[in-house]
């Protein structure tokens, strides 16, 4: 009798999230994750050495370092291992990998290979500083680091205007004050936000009010990470007037779009289902 084929067993990613400040913030879980790893990758192997020191803990697995300089080379060696049965657990300098860290191209790969990925939850930059902002918290969108040339952070910023969410960025210190001067320019001086920096550190600051204000503030120099929340635009009145809209989409034209996008445009703008506009534009 044949006997049946089996596979060899896969390994297992784990993605553990590590503390943002405090130490004592670590799950219990992260400890022993990290003990039972046959694989540990991190960003930056110093900052580990350091963790598990405080941790109290030494690793017997095998520490590699898998940062953005080198995530493209390391990838899959790694993916190798969990293929052969390793365990292998992915740890950044602060709070969840692949969330604007090293992690995603490691995850993605391992998905397709058809790896198991879990995670070790734990802090999280992104809602500490929405839950501390006094900000709405019920829509949000994360939209990580803004691109560095001022160009860029204009024309992301501008697109993000009408963005009715709560907004959540994260920013280098010395590039705050023109962050928040770029965000006052796009959403408008009144816009109320909150700078989040050292956020379960020893010297935690929240700054709120309006950007305009935060602007005046950061131009004293920010040190320290920073977390900025942003409040989402306020939703527009419905225009219903069919004149109106009709107006609007000949406005469009005139600018180049086709009748098509200028209806689309339009009653996107104006709040209404497409139909609207439409008849609007074709009425008697």
């Known amino acids: 009798m044949i006997g049946r084929m089996t596979q060899p067993p896969t390994g297992v990613l784990v993605l553990a999230a590590t503390p943002i400040g405090r130490v004592d913030d670590a799950s219990p879980r992260l400890a022993t994750e990290l003990v039972g790893a046959d694989v540990v990758a991190a960003e930056d192997t110093r900052r ?45 300098d602060a709070g969840m990998p692949s969330v604007s860290d090293p992690g995603f191209r490691l995850v993605a790969a391992a998905v397709e290979r058809g790896i198991l990925v879990t995670s070790i939850p734990g802090p999280s930059a992104v809602l500490t500083a929405l839950a501390v902002s006094g900000l709405p918290v019920d829509r949000f969108c994360f939209e990580g680091f803004l691109p560095r040339k001022p160009g860029e952070r204009t024309k992301r910023l501008t697109a ?40 379960t550190k020893t010297h935690e600051e929240v700054r709120r009010g309006p950007l305009v204000e ?66 609007a534009v074709h009425r008697p």
């Open 214 to 279: 935060l602007v005046t503030w950061a131009e004293a120099g920010v040190r320290g990470e920073v977390t900025v929340v942003v409040e989402g635009a306020v939703a527009p009145e419905p225009v219903t007037d069919p004149a109106t809209l009709a107006a609007l989409v000949v406005e469009e034209e005139e600018l180049g779009a086709s009748r098509k996008d200028a209806i689309l445009d339009v009653a996107r703008r104006a709040g209404v289902p497409k139909r609207v506009v439409y008849d």
């Open 48 to 92: 580990l050495r350091r963790l598990t020191s405080e941790l109290g803990i030494e690793l017997p697995g095998r520490v590699v370092s898998y940062f953005e300089g080198n995530e493209h080379l390391r990838t899959e060696s790694l993916v190798e291992s969990l293929v052969n049965g390793d365990r292998v657990v992915l740890v950044t």
């Open 160 to 199: 993000l205007a009408d963005e009715q969410r709560t907004l959540v960025f994260f920013e280098a210190p010395h590039r705050t004050a023109a962050t928040l001067a770029s965000m006052a320019a796009a959403f408008g001086a009144d816009r109320r936000g909150a700078v989040c920096r050292e956020l």
